[in-house]
Nanobody, 125 residues
């Protein structure tokens, strides 16, 4: 299984980026998906998640109203649209998938089986 994240870069505060995560080796429709991030010197944190059935989405408080997670099962790709970016959004962003995740574990990174390599987002002030 491979998860290839891309779309990171340098952007000014207030700008937007769209991250993509292409999954190979698995059929994405059968998996719950999430984005996590880790800033230098900080712990990994949940950003957004989307369930495999129904497509219900979940967001960290820091992401609500600014970020949107979506999935295109036909393309085996997950997206994270990030608007109104802030310097505190600077981090490496990782996508992760899991087949049998229970709802209460959606925000727990340790519960995910497969991870991408990360894409770096830098927001300048």
């Amino acid at each position: 299984v491979q998860l290839q994240a891309s779309g990171g870069g340098l952007v000014q505060a207030g700008g937007s980026l769209r991250l993509s995560c292409v999954v190979s080796g698995r059929t994405l429709s059968g998996y719950n998906v999430a984005w996590f991030r880790q800033a230098p010197g900080k712990e990994r944190e949940f950003v957004a998640g989307i369930r495999r059935s129904g497509g219900t989405t979940y967001y960290a408080d820091s992401a609500k109203g600014r970020f949107t997670i979506s999935r295109d099962n036909a393309k085996n790709t997950v997206y994270l649209q990030m608007n109104s970016l802030k310097p505190e959004d600077t981090a490496a962003y990782y996508c992760a998938i899991d087949k049998s995740l229970i709802l209460s574990s959606m925000r727990d990174g340790d519960a995910y089986d497969y991870w991408g390599q990360g894409t770096l987002v830098t927001v300048s002030s």
